[in-house]
Nanobody
Framework: QVQLVESGGGLVQAGGSLRLSCAASGRTFSTTAMGWFLQAAGREREFVAT????????FSAPSLKVRFTITRDNAKNTVYLQMNSLQPEDPAVYYCATDKDISVRPSDYDYWGQGTQVTVSS
């Protein structure tokens, strides 16, 4: 089992920034990559970015990669999502998840956190 706890969400003004964190515990050695997804109200879960624990290779959604950056701190078993220039279309619940490989499909991910809400005021 792997436990994931997201934090860092909240209310921010349009144009502002937030940094989300995802702390992993448990059998983290069984995971290869960590991903971030967002789910806006009434919509399906969407891929944001993923990062490999070893080596730090990343892949991000083309529409978001200019504003959102994924990083990791192996010593802390924590993955971050730096979100800049937040826009009114960005509000969603943001989830982190673990996978044994890099993937953009939510169905490929094994463990999920509870999510953290991001709200953007105009």
């Amino acid at each position: 089992q792997v436990q994931l706890v997201e934090s860092g969400g909240g209310l921010v003004q349009a144009g502002g920034s937030l940094r989300l964190s995802c702390a992993a515990s448990g059998r983290t050695f069984s995971t290869t990559a960590m991903g971030w997804f967002l789910q806006a109200a009434g919509r399906e879960r969407e891929f944001v970015a993923t990062i490999v624990w070893s080596g730090g290779s990343t892949f991000s959604a083309p529409s978001l990669k200019v504003r959102f950056t994924i990083t990791r701190d192996n010593a802390k078993n924590t993955v971050y999502l730096q979100m800049n220039s937040l826009q009114p279309e960005d509000p969603a619940v943001y989830y982190c998840a673990t996978d044994k490989d890099i993937s953009v499909r939510p169905s490929d991910y094994d463990y999920w956190g509870q999510g953290t809400q991001v709200t953007v005021s105009s």
